[in-house]
């Protein structure tokens, strides 16, 4: 993934502009490195080509400069992802990927594998921006840096309800492995 993701780095401050709010469409194939075994793309595969797709909507709206000049960078908080047909070797994609709201913490992106206008799988994550300094970046400050309103964008209902239930502790609190019934 590393040379992918410098490729992609390389391709997408060539491509057309994006307003931060816009579909970002990046095509793509299967390489037999993100095969599994059983000779289709990898679950795990999935979620590191979400990163380009993220990483490209962010370059070709500039937010992407922007965060880095301030030592902003993305961090992921929570990904779900649903499959419902497997991509094969060789086989040509788009990864389509869309700011869908905010909340006071996090952004949250819905990202598609889509095939002749066919979703093949469909994903939603939470993202969340960490400063190099150290410390989290409100998603206020990264309203006012982009120079955008989002106010008028909260997430989807059930997205925020899904966002609730699986997200864990602060750090900063203590985040227990304890299984009912199992041996201490």
Do not use: C
């Not at 960078?73 to 929570?78: G, I, K, L, R, T």
């Not at 400063?131 to 955008?148: M, Y």
């Amino acid at each position: 993934m590393f040379f992918r993701t410098v490729l992609h780095l390389l391709l997408s401050r060539r491509a057309s502009r994006l307003d931060i709010h816009d579909v970002g469409r990046m095509r793509l194939r299967v390489l037999p490195t993100d095969l599994d075994v059983l000779g289709h793309l990898n679950n795990g595969v999935y979620l590191s080509i979400m990163d380009l797709g993220r990483m490209d909507l962010l370059i070709r709206s500039g937010a992407w400069a922007r965060f880095r000049a301030k030592g902003f960078y993305p961090v992921m908080a929570n990904e779900t992802i649903t499959f419902r047909k497997s991509l094969q070797p060789w086989q040509a994609y788009w990864l389509e990927s869309r700011i869908v709201g905010y909340d006071a913490k996090a952004v949250y992106v819905e990202q598609r594998f889509v095939v002749d206008g066919e979703v093949y799988a469909n994903a939603m994550t939470r993202g969340r921006f960490l400063k190099k300094s150290g410390g989290t970046v409100s998603v206020a400050e990264l309203a006012d840096l982009v120079g955008i309103d989002i106010s008028t964008m909260p997430p989807p209902a059930w997205v925020a309800r899904w966002a609730a239930d699986v997200t864990l502790p602060s750090t900063r609190d203590a985040a227990p492995s304890e299984w009912p019934g199992a041996p201490v």
